[in-house]
């Protein structure tokens, strides 16, 4: 792991291009750049460990990160994937807990780490911040809960059907593409399967003709087969288009 130390200047242009930031003004990026430093990671580089303490929330500026739990790779359970744009460490940063999970990097990735202290102070400065916050706390919470349903209630298919409509970017979209997140083993253990279980089940939904599966990219051919899987249950999004 390599950290770099940019100039304020350099790291609120970073910032600025970034989903979480793009709406603050100068003087709350210039408060948070105050406090950040750029982290490069390489492929299967660890972050950090369970346990270790947490004083930072991270944010994914190219690559991908993958939080896991367990402490050896047999009994390793991946929780999330978080991908360019997206935020991580939130709460035990808030909590000042140690971290709850391990952070490993899925492939060569660029972060940046803004410390607690820089981060209380943007927030006693910008309540929209904070809501972005409150917000990707609650989503990541909400999708926590509806994992925990598909691994212990669902069958493969199921699970599989409802990680894809997830993806669909309108409800009114009838064919469209998705992107793993990360290695098939990875999505797999966050929908509870085996890699082998995870690719049987992929083929068993190409072969119906409900999906085309070309290296990462799946593409959904046919959205109503692929409801009646899911129990025909609806997909609700917010505005920003992240599920809820």
Same mark, same amino acid.
Request: include cysteine; glycine fraction near 6%.
């Given at each position: 792991?390599?950290?770099?130390e940019? *100039?304020p200047?350099?790291? $609120?242009?970073? $910032?600025?291009r970034?989903?979480y930031?793009?709406?603050?003004?100068?003087? #709350?990026?210039?408060?948070?750049?105050t =406090? +950040?430093?750029?982290i490069?990671?390489?492929?299967? #580089?660890?972050? %950090?460990?369970?346990?270790d303490?947490a @004083?930072?929330? %991270?944010?994914v500026?190219?690559g *991908?990160?993958?939080?896991s739990?367990g402490?050896s790779?047999n009994?390793? &359970?991946?929780?999330?994937i978080?991908? /360019?744009?997206?935020?991580?460490? #939130?709460?035990? $940063? !808030?909590l000042?807990?140690p971290c709850?999970?391990t +952070?490993? +990097?899925?492939?060569?990735?660029?972060?940046l780490?803004? &410390?607690?202290?820089?981060?209380?102070?943007?927030l006693?400065?910008?309540?929209?911040?904070?809501g &972005?916050?409150?917000?990707g706390?609650?989503? /990541? $919470?909400?999708?926590?809960i509806?994992?925990?349903?598909?691994?212990?209630?669902? *069958?493969?298919?199921?699970?599989?059907a409802? %990680?894809l409509?997830?993806?669909?970017?309108?409800l009114h979209?009838r064919?469209? @593409?998705?992107t793993l997140? =990360?290695?098939?083993n990875?999505?797999?253990?966050?929908?509870?399967?085996?890699?082998?279980? !995870?690719s049987r089940?992929l083929h068993?939904?190409?072969?119906?003709?409900?999906?085309?599966?070309t =290296?990462h990219?799946?593409?959904?051919?046919d959205v #109503?087969k692929?409801? *009646?899987?899911?129990?025909?249950? /609806?997909?609700e /999004?917010c505005?920003? =288009?992240?599920?809820?």
């Amino acid at each position: 792991m390599i950290a770099l130390e940019l *100039s304020p200047p350099q790291i $609120m242009e970073i $910032m600025g291009r970034l989903p979480y930031f793009q709406e603050l003004g100068d003087a #709350e990026l210039q408060r948070l750049a105050t =406090g +950040a430093k750029e982290i490069v990671l390489k492929k299967k #580089e660890t972050l %950090f460990r369970e346990g270790d303490p947490a @004083d930072a929330l %991270f944010t994914v500026v190219s690559g *991908s990160i993958k939080l896991s739990i367990g402490h050896s790779r047999n009994q390793e &359970k991946v929780i999330d994937i978080v991908s /360019r744009g997206q935020c991580f460490g #939130e709460i035990p $940063m !808030f909590l000042q807990a140690p971290c709850p999970s391990t +952070a490993q +990097a899925i492939e060569d990735s660029y972060l940046l780490a803004i &410390k607690r202290i820089a981060l209380m102070e943007a927030l006693d400065h910008n309540c929209m911040l904070a809501g &972005k916050m409150m917000a990707g706390v609650c989503r /990541r $919470m909400h999708t926590l809960i509806k994992d925990i349903d598909n691994c212990h209630l669902r *069958s493969s298919a199921q699970r599989l059907a409802s %990680f894809l409509l997830q993806h669909r970017p309108d409800l009114h979209v009838r064919h469209y @593409d998705v992107t793993l997140p =990360g290695l098939k083993n990875d999505v797999a253990g966050i929908l509870g399967l085996s890699r082998e279980t !995870f690719s049987r089940t992929l083929h068993q939904l190409e072969e119906e003709n409900i999906i085309r599966v070309t =290296g990462h990219q799946i593409r959904i051919l046919d959205v #109503e087969k692929l409801q *009646s899987y899911n129990g025909w249950q /609806r997909v609700e /999004r917010c505005p920003n =288009g992240k599920n809820i």
